[in-house]
């Protein structure tokens, strides 16, 4: 096992990096986010709506067996 990588390596310094600064970024602006939080709900907005309709997509299907799957009273 001398010649194998960890690929979690890179990922989790990613992982750390972002988070510090992240929290740098929130901790020296901390004064700047009630006045961002109006704009950030509203942006929430169509985002959760791309997101949550992702499964009412409205595809047309083919029914041409439903009348063999009928009964012979509703023919």
């Given at each position: 096992?001398?010649?194998?990588?960890?690929?979690?390596?890179?990922?989790?310094?990613?992982?750390?990096?972002?988070?510090?600064?992240?929290?740098?970024?929130?901790?020296?602006?901390?004064i700047?986010?009630?006045?961002?939080?109006?704009?950030?709900?509203?942006?929430?907005?169509?985002?959760?709506?791309?997101?949550?309709?992702?499964?009412?997509?409205?595809?047309?299907?083919?029914?041409?067996?439903?009348?063999?799957?009928?009964?012979?009273?509703?023919?």
């Open positions: 096992m001398a010649g194998t990588t960890n690929r979690s390596a890179p990922i989790l310094c990613l992982y750390v990096v972002g988070f510090a600064v992240g929290g740098l970024l929130l901790f020296q602006h901390w700047h986010l009630p006045l961002v939080l109006p704009y950030l709900v509203f942006l929430a907005c169509p985002v959760m709506h791309l997101f949550m309709h992702r499964g009412h997509r409205h595809h047309r299907h083919d029914h041409s067996d439903e009348s063999e799957q009928k009964l012979p009273s509703q023919r």
